[in-house]
């Protein structure tokens, strides 16, 4: 596969990507004290307020968070394709290698978003195109980035559905979108992520509309290829569960602060932050059958005029009155974790 | 047939008085059509394919299943919103079936809907005080027209919401507020029993956990039936007393809330049971999980014999053959729809702690 598509890259002139000295010993991502603004009519709504983290080779990183907490926005931020305006990234810095993308001219970016960095969408449907057919669809693909002729094209296509596992791929390559189940659809939207062989996945909330038979088809496939690639995979959902079942490490968000991020074991069974330890009490136990659920009181905020100091202190257990005016830091917790709570050592013990 | 047999494990046993609605081998099939001018039906759709079910005064009855197995039609044919192909369903004793327009108003005071989309179930134009005292138009007897505004705001402080609203618009209120706007509607005739389509799917998990309370808190206080109807295993574990797995069209095992989730005995329930993930890591690798392969066969062309067959990795050749019946067979204390009904263990309890520290899981 790899080699005739070096001696089709030839054909075409000189990648852009080519000119950027990416790192090698950098971490693949990080991303730092990112900021991204929506103008609405309403004001300025801050969808992300300075969320950092790393991701390294292999690794897999949840981005846990309800509706409007600015999860998906953080991942079309460090994608690039925010619509601007009303979205404005106004600061912070997304590395890649080393490299800073936001500086990147959009030309040179459009090739590491295809090469280096895919992103896997929730709605297959609406992702892909209905007017074309899905191998031509991922051919496309190997046309533009890697100048491959329509007939080399669709070979690559056939592979690329083998790969995910969708049976009589040849015949499927000539089917369109509408043809195929959703799980299908899924597997279709992550061979597309993958042709080009990225080295990180984006895949937000990637089986929110699937079954859970489903659900677990495609989780099982994605954590294989990523096995096998080393792929670094960024997986944003607000299912508990599949966090659980495939990530590494998780960074949890609330009204585009990330309020916590730590390893996926200990997240679990000592929450720091708490947001996450109201998030897992409200989780359906089989030991509270017949009680009340502990419901978070209250609402999220709107994003337009959040609440002074920590923006969860109105539905918080811990709120103090320091809460309600200082907005509270991101604590270094022992064992490499953050929190941004005053009482985090209250609600570590709780 | 094996209607005896269903209806006793069904009915738990109970005296019939207690029994509010009752469902016999209802069916529900869509015509296929082809042509524009001479429409011809080629086939039917079989989306609910003899499902027969017992309710009992202040019970819930969980129905699950993935989506396309005909959980939302059989709702709807609960409610009398589409008209039974086959098959009886009886609300407080009263047959539904040959009612007029006028007999079913009447029957509808007794079973009432909430809707899965708390977005487009509410009419944006008009405010949340028409919405809820809507019923009464219909239903003009019930309250007196003066003393309608203060019913609704009644209905509404009871769902949780502040009754100085009532002249606020839906698109006011957030996802969870507005499904509370949708259960107050429900409540309006005060009816026996509420047919809750996905209620709560819509919702964040933050929120949801306040609708599924704000629902057991209704039931404690009017002795509500409910029939919830949810993909979410264990929002559905939580609810109910009693749970029915359905796949395509029928149900395949039924059962106590703890027979179902402690002990399935269906392929079908064992591998959708297993297939949610659970929330703590230290669990991971150490389940018993099936994975199904292929998706869910066209309910216009169901396959021969046990419909799960084609997914299903314990299928034999009398599986194509012989429709296995929901009957009490030797593997199984309640009743399964499988030719080889056997008790596996696919679900811990998370806070089990000989679980987490036990090396395997294949109890088998």
Redesign the interface.
């Known amino acids: 596969m790899s080699e005739t598509l070096t001696e089709n890259r030839k054909r075409q002139p000189r990648s852009p990507l080519s000119g950027v000295k990416f790192d090698d010993s950098a971490p693949l991502l990080e991303v730092e004290n990112l900021q991204v603004e929506f103008h609405t009519r309403d004001g300025i709504a801050k969808a992300v307020q300075g969320v950092s983290f790393t991701l390294n080779a292999g690794e897999t990183l949840g981005i846990l968070g309800e509706s409007g907490c600015g999860k998906s926005v953080t991942a079309q931020a460090i994608m690039g394709i925010l619509d601007t305006p009303p979205a404005k990234v106004t600061g912070g810095q997304v590395r890649y290698r080393g490299v800073d993308l936001l500086q990147m001219d959009e030309k040179t970016r459009r090739h590491v978003r295809a090469n280096k960095i895919a992103m896997i969408f929730q709605d297959a449907l609406s992702s892909l195109n209905p007017v074309f057919t899905v191998g031509w669809q991922l051919g496309e693909l190997y046309r533009q980035h890697a100048g491959a002729s329509r007939k080399e094209a669709r070979a690559k296509a056939v592979e690329l559905l083998e790969m995910v596992g969708i049976p009589a791929a040849r015949d499927r390559v000539n089917d369109f979108p509408h043809q195929f189940s959703g799980g299908m659809r899924q597997r279709v939207m992550i061979a597309m992520a993958l042709a080009l062989q990225p080295d990180i996945i984006i895949a937000d909330e990637p089986t929110t509309a699937l079954d859970v038979t489903v659900q677990a088809q495609v989780m099982a496939l994605l954590a294989d290829l990523q096995r096998e690639m080393q792929l670094g995979l960024i997986l944003i959902t607000h299912d508990m569960g599949v966090v659980a079942d495939v990530t590494d490490k998780i960074c949890v968000m609330y009204a585009g602060h990330a309020v916590e991020q730590a390893n996926v074991y200990e997240i679990y069974e000592r929450p720091g932050h708490p947001y996450t330890k109201a998030l897992l009490e409200s989780i359906p136990r089989v030991d509270q059958k017949g009680e009340e659920l502990t419901a978070i009181k209250g609402l999220p905020p709107a994003l337009v005029n959040p609440p002074p100091g920590c923006s969860f202190h109105p539905r918080c257990a811990f709120a103090r009155d320091r809460c309600k005016t200082d907005e509270p830091p991101l604590y270094q917790l022992p064992g490499n974790r953050e929190s941004a709570c005053h009482y985090w050592e209250e609600v570590l013990n709780s | 047939m094996s209607t005896s047999v269903t209806e006793s494990a069904l009915a738990g046993g109970s005296t019939d008085d207690d029994v509010v609605l009752e469902v016999r081998d209802v069916k529900k099939h869509f015509p296929l059509t082809q042509g524009i001018v001479f429409k011809r039906t080629i086939g039917h759709v079989k989306a609910v394919d003899g499902v027969s079910l017992t309710l009992r005064r202040g019970e819930t009855l969980g129905v699950v299943g993935?989506?396309g197995c005909g959980k939302s039609t059989l709702g709807r044919l609960l409610m009398g919103l589409e008209r039974p192909t086959d098959g009886s369903i009886k609300v407080l004793g009263q047959e539904m079936a040959g009612l007029d327009n006028k007999g079913m108003r009447k029957m509808r005071r007794n079973i009432q809907i909430v809707l899965q989309d708390p977005y487009s179930s509410l009419d944006p134009r008009m405010t949340v005080g028409d919405i809820v005292g809507e019923p009464y138009e219909v239903h003009p007897d019930v309250v007196k027209p003066k003393e309608r505004r203060k019913a609704v705001q009644d209905l509404l402080d009871v769902v949780g919401l502040n009754p100085d609203h009532i002249n606020r618009y839906p698109h006011q209120f957030?996802g969870?507020?507005r499904q509370r706007i949708g259960i107050a509607r429900a409540l309006a005739l005060k009816p026996k029993i509420i047919v809750a389509d996905e209620p709560v799917s819509a919702l964040?998990?933050?929120?949801?956990?306040?609708v599924?309370?704000l629902f057991?808190r209704l039931q404690d206080e009017f002795g509500l039936s409910y029939v919830f109807i949810a993909?979410d295993?264990?929002?559905v574990?939580?609810i109910s007393d009693r749970v029915m797995v359905m796949y395509l069209g029928k149900a395949v095992e039924t059962g106590d809330?703890h027979e179902i989730?402690d002990g399935p005995t269906h392929p079908y329930t064992q591998?959708?049971l297993?297939?949610?993930?659970?929330?703590?890591?230290?669990?991971?690798g150490q389940r018993d999980?099936i994975?199904?392969?292929g998706?869910v066969p066209s309910p216009a062309n169901p396959p021969s014999g046990c419909r799960f067959r084609t997914r299903c990795w314990m299928a034999q050749d009398i599986c194509a053959t012989e429709e296995p019946m929901l009957v009490n067979r030797d593997g199984s204390a309640h009743p399964s729809a499988c030719h080889f009904a056997a008790e596996r263990d696919v679900v811990h309890?998370?806070?089990n702690p000989s679980v987490i520290e036990g090396t395997t899981s294949d109890n088998v």
Do not use: F, T
Not at chain 2, 204 to 210: L, M, T
Not at chain 2, 274 to 284: E, H, M
């Open positions: 993935e989506s957030s969870g507020q964040d998990v933050s929120v949801q956990a306040q599924v309370n057991e993909h295993l264990s929002v574990r939580h809330e989730y591998a959708l297993s297939a949610v993930p659970v929330p703590d890591p230290r669990l991971r999980q994975v199904l392969e998706d309890a998370v806070d």
